[in-house]
């Protein structure tokens, strides 16, 4: 009896997945996004074998290289140089920009990621305990969210830092706690508007215990908000990630992430504006492909968008 009533349920959990997918790779602009987080993960992963050698190592007979990407084969042939020898141009330390944009990727997206799952497991397990159980827990943990609102994130973050310490370690704690109180206010309301259902109240006097209800019922309901909500906060956790290393709160110079190498051509832009364009792009480009499929999820798990 189980098994036949289980069979349509599996089966119908597996067309929405389909129908899903199917909505997701119709979206020009969700192909889009994808295409870039994908070339971003793979450039980071794989820049050991793109570009050898070590980002931090300092070469001064290489220094304040214009990109060879857009030097004219006169210049080139003057410094003895290539079209590919160093594409993005390099820094004061002659220190090869495109291998430093690609390590940074990696620093970015293992925090920007890492510093959203700790948010979003947080906020979830708080928002369960507020929604469902109400009461006194409700009520201090919907204070907690109005508290952690009544602040802009990146100032949060910069004061959160201030009082642990400067280091990267520190800025993921600070991004992830910037971003709880979104969780828990999406996964709250689920549970409020499905603890009251019929489905839910009938699992209850048939036996169902309360921690069945929550990880059968409510928290699978709550997965197409949270995975919206999570390729939109890695595009925001990003940004964080490069403002804190810009301002000299996460991670360190010579660390090759993208808010310190903005910071390191700051007072050079003029004469040397390579410095910081090729970062900046690389922030640019990798928010906006998590925004793009942040809003292509979002119409794919919504049938009411189109």
């Known amino acids: 009896m189980s098994d036949a009533a289980t069979a349509p349920a599996a089966e119908r959990g597996t067309s929405l997945s389909r129908d899903v997918a199917k909505r997701l790779f119709r979206h020009p602009t969700g192909l889009l996004g994808m295409a870039i987080i994908v070339l971003f993960v793979l450039s980071a992963f794989f820049a050991p074998f793109l570009r050898p050698g070590d980002p931090l190592k300092s070469n001064l007979r290489t220094r304040n290289i214009p990109p060879t990407l857009v030097m004219s084969p006169a210049d080139l042939e003057t410094r003895g140089l290539s079209r590919g020898d160093y594409p993005l141009g390099t820094d004061a330390q002659g220190r090869d920009l495109l291998q430093r944009v690609l390590y940074g990727g990696r620093i970015s997206l293992r925090v920007g990621l890492f510093a959203v799952a700790m948010a979003m497991s947080v906020g979830t397990l708080l928002g369960l305990l507020a929604g469902y159980w109400g ?3 409700d009520m201090f943990i919907v204070w907690l969210i109005d508290i952690l609102l009544a602040f802009p994130g990146i100032l949060l973050a910069i004061s959160i830092v201030a009082v642990l310490g400067s280091s990267l370690t520190n800025a993921l704690i600070a991004i992830s706690i910037t971003q709880v109180p979104i969780y828990i206010r ?35 309901n709550s997965l197409s908000p949270l995975l919206v909500q999570l390729t939109m906060s890695t595009g925001t956790a990003i940004l964080d990630v490069a403002a804190l290393g810009f301002l000299g709160l996460g991670a360190q110079p010579p660390a090759a992430e993208w808010g310190v190498m903005i910071a390191d051509g700051y007072n050079r832009f003029r004469e040397a504006p390579w410095l910081s364009i090729a970062p900046g792009l690389a922030i640019f480009l990798s928010v906006i492909g998590f925004n793009l499929l942040g809003d292509a999820a979002r119409a794919a798990l919504d049938p009411r968008l189109k």
């Open 135 to 137: 009461g006194r827990v």
């Open 186 to 220: 999406i996964v709250r309301s689920v549970t409020l508007q499905l603890r009251g259902s019929e489905y839910v109240q009938a699992a209850l006097a048939l036996g169902s215990g309360s921690q069945r209800v929550i990880l059968g019922h409510i928290l699978p």
